[in-house]
């Protein structure tokens, strides 16, 4: 049954639905690794981020001291302590000798080790090996054990990849290349925009066809071209070829043409009766661009800059070629690149890694995503 706006209670049930879907699909990963990335290692390796908030279990090796530790007590040699020595406690549910069979025992029992040595590993971790003879070696004997730990949570992970792993450089290094080249843009295609849409002039519908034929080249294709006539040029006049500049003009260069026509499409579709009465007023084409135009145009202004600030923050390729891929040139993508390579086990630093690497596009999102489908469809809708 439809209501009085036209939709019927089925489809707005269905919309619902697959925005919810949408949404659980977006931030459940995003989710994942903010949790990751506060876990304590150890319990990060063996149990999933969706078992943070449970005691986790697991078996572990360890391995006694050796007979330097060793005391006589009562006509018999004793090595005694902890096996968690300075670490976090746990609980110890069993424990065993071999690999094979690694909760052999009950946790507290007294396991016959032969030829009269005795072990007992407690709950709580500590430990009493008592043996008739003088234990011999500096390798103690080998224990396997069931441990179970409350959740923990930790930001050490954070400081070490902000301050020890390069990534604070690396931060700083795509903050400077992101926002020039994400402002850049946006000042060129708007002039642009609206020269296209509201001005007359020779060329005019080329230049749009040419824009339109532009949005399907191929980034890869124009990149090698483009790296020659930026090295060429700053030859010419002396420019070093690895700075912020170079890569500030390749994102515009890469970005206009859409910023153009997302632009264009939306401009061209505002009230033609405000820009008349603007005219008739006497106002220049400057003075109708900046108090009418640009006031009416930030949704669709907003709706670009997302595009090209996670299109920017999220580039390796470019970043690489235009800027180079040295310790104090390489952006966040790349520094993570790297760690893959280099920390593939250590989940604690990529989980951190990746977080530090997502959390200025959400805010970046989250902060305009009120003008984001607002802009982007009418921008789609509009033409003129």
């Known amino acids: 049954m439809a209501s009085s706006s036209g939709k019927s209670f089925l489809g707005r049930f269905g919309v619902h639905i697959a925005v919810f879907v949408f949404v659980a699909i977006w931030t459940i990963p995003t989710l994942g690794i903010l949790v990751s990335s506060l876990r304590d290692k150890d319990q990060l390796i063996v149990s999933g981020w969706w078992t943070a908030l449970s005691t986790s279990s697991q078996t572990e090796a360890g391995r006694l001291p050796g007979a330097s530790a060793q005391i006589e007590k009562d006509g018999k040699f004793v090595i005694e302590g902890n096996i968690f020595g300075d670490g976090p406690a746990r609980n110890i549910s069993a424990f065993g000798i071999k690999a094979q069979q690694p909760t052999q025992y009950e946790a507290g029992t007294v396991a016959d080790l032969g030829e009269g040595v005795s072990l007992q590993l407690n709950a709580d971790g500590s430990f009493v090996m008592q043996s008739p003879k003088a234990f011999e070696g500096d390798r103690g004997q080998r224990v396997y054990y069931a441990s179970s730990a409350p959740p923990r949570f930790t930001t050490d992970n954070y400081q070490t990849v902000l301050f020890s792993e390069g990534i604070g450089r690396s931060f700083i290094n795509s903050l400077t290349v992101t926002i020039p080249a994400t402002i850049i843009p946006i000042l060129i295609a708007a002039y642009a925009a609206y020269a296209l849409a509201w001005m007359r002039f020779p060329g005019r519908a080329l230049l749009i066809a040419v824009i339109i034929g532009l949005l399907v080249v191929p980034l890869q294709m124009s990149l090698i071209p483009l790296l020659k006539l930026y090295n060429g040029v700053g030859l010419f006049f002396g420019v070093p070829a690895k700075t912020y500049l170079g890569i500030w003009l390749a994102h515009t260069g890469f970005g206009l043409p859409f910023a153009i026509y997302l632009l264009r499409s939306y401009i061209a579709g505002l009230p033609r009766e405000i820009m008349e009465s603007a005219r008739i007023d006497g106002a220049s084409d400057f003075e109708i661009f900046v108090k009418i135009v640009l006031p009416l145009s930030f949704p669709v202004l907003a709706s670009f800059a997302i595009f090209?600030?996670?299109?920017?923050?999220?580039?390796?390729?470019?970043?690489?070629?235009?800027?180079?891929?040295?310790?104090?040139?390489?952006?966040?993508?790349?520094?993570?690149?790297?760690?893959?390579?280099?920390?593939?086990?250590?989940?604690?630093?990529?989980?951190?890694?990746?977080?530090?690497?997502?959390?200025?596009?959400?805010?970046?999102?989250?902060?305009?995503?009120?003008?984001?489908?607002?802009?982007?469809?009418?921008?789609?809708v509009k033409g003129g």
């Open 308 to 380: 090209q600030f996670l299109w920017v923050w999220n580039d390796l390729l470019v970043a690489m070629v235009f800027l180079g891929s040295g310790s104090d040139q390489l952006v966040l993508t790349g520094k993570l690149n790297a760690l893959l390579g280099s920390r593939g086990g250590d989940w604690e630093i990529l989980t951190t890694s990746a977080f530090v690497t997502i959390i200025v596009p959400l805010i970046v999102f989250f902060s305009l995503q009120r003008y984001f489908v607002r802009g982007l469809l009418a921008g789609s």
